[in-house]
């Protein structure tokens, strides 16, 4: 364990959300600390209020009534009212995240993402379900954005959590500096490990970023003995073909029988965060519906298993 500094307990993290009482990602009941940044810009993301390491404004235009309040309310002018008598955000302007226009929105149709929490205080919301913890075998997990996006941060907080005897895993794309990944290994009990694509040209089509520097990550982990459980978003059409399964088999396929490697979670593609798309002022970048039927996630749950990989579906 590392020793547990001042600096360390003072040092802040900018987090989006806190989720208690989570079973899916990680053993046990879990608590999920969501990091703000990402280097990726995957065109499924439910969490695009994790994307950028800032303060954001949340608009919901249906619950608006168009009063002015938050007008007069932000001091850097971000809110404004058109010639049409319509509220407007400008999305050009930064928010220094005073959440000034919350307060006084009278019909809560606004809402800034975005807090900026020192590990201590993390870790006060984290220890009020120490008991689920221990009955449960559960822990912490990181996830965001993307937590290794905020090192020095993720470290603190899962030495923190290591230091008190909590379990810790992250959920992580792996697209970082190697020597980022090897620090907040030594405070991880598992690492969940997307795999979105093996191809580096459509992985990059789909994601803004190549994927060498995540494949060359995940070897290293898995070679030094860390635990990894591979989770692999699932798109119809776009990574569910049989010649992509067997690509990430081929890959894996040296590393199968390590005790470090956990086996294979599929992620079916889900809706969930479509709408906050809207109230970023964002496009939602996904034509079509490509979800998975689950004669679909069965088939490819077949293939994998035929290799005698572990594999399971996680249905949110």
Same mark, same amino acid.
């Given at each position: ?103 006084v929105c009278p019909v809560a149709a606004l809402n800034i993402t ?19 913890? &221990?009955?449960?075998?559960? +822990? ?5 954005? #993307?937590?290794?996006?905020?090192? *020095?941060?993720? $470290? %603190? ?125 964002? &496009?939602?970048?996904?034509? +079509? ?5 689950? #004669?679909?996630?069965?088939?490819? *749950?077949?293939? $994998? %298993? ?11």
């Amino acid at each position: 364990m590392g020793v547990q500094t001042k600096v360390d307990i003072e040092r802040q993290a900018m987090v989006f959300n806190v989720q208690k009482y989570n079973v899916y990602d990680g053993p046990g009941i879990r608590t999920i600390v969501f990091l703000k940044g990402c280097p990726l810009r995957c065109q499924w993301c439910s969490n695009p209020e994790g994307l950028e390491q800032k303060y954001q404004v949340m608009y919901k235009s249906d619950l608006c009534t168009n009063c002015g309040a938050c007008v007069d309310a932000c001091p850097m002018g971000i809110h404004y009212i058109d010639e049409n008598g319509q509220h407007q955000v400008r999305r050009d302007r930064s928010c220094n995240g005073c959440r000034k226009c919350v307060e006084v929105c009278p019909v809560a149709a606004l809402n800034i993402t975005g807090q900026v929490r020192t590990i201590s205080e993390l870790m006060e919301i984290i220890h009020e379900d120490d008991a689920f913890y &221990e009955m449960s075998g559960g +822990g912490v997990t990181l996830s965001g954005g #993307e937590c290794t996006a905020q090192p *020095e941060a993720a $470290i %603190a907080l899962l030495r923190a959590c290591k230091n008190d005897g909590i379990n810790t895993a992250i959920e992580t794309c792996g697209h970082t500096k190697l020597d980022n990944i090897l620090k907040i290994a030594e405070y991880t009990d598992l690492f969940l490990y997307d795999l979105k694509h093996m191809d580096p040209i459509k992985h990059n089509q789909l994601t803004g970023i190549s994927n060498e520097r995540i494949l060359a990550n995940l070897q290293e982990l898995l070679k030094l003995g860390y635990k990894i459980k591979i989770r692999m978003p699932l798109l119809k059409g776009i990574n569910d073909s049989k010649a992509e399964i067997d690509a990430i088999i081929d890959f894996l396929r040296p590393y199968k029988d390590l005790p470090n490697f956990q086996g294979i979670n599929l992620l079916p593609y889900h809706k969930l965060g479509v709408n906050k798309y809207g109230q970023l002022g964002m &496009e939602y970048p996904v034509d +079509g519906d490509p979800s998975l039927s689950d #004669e679909d996630l069965d088939r490819i *749950e077949g293939w $994998i %298993a035929e290799y005698d990989f572990p594999v399971d579906v996680i249905r949110h």
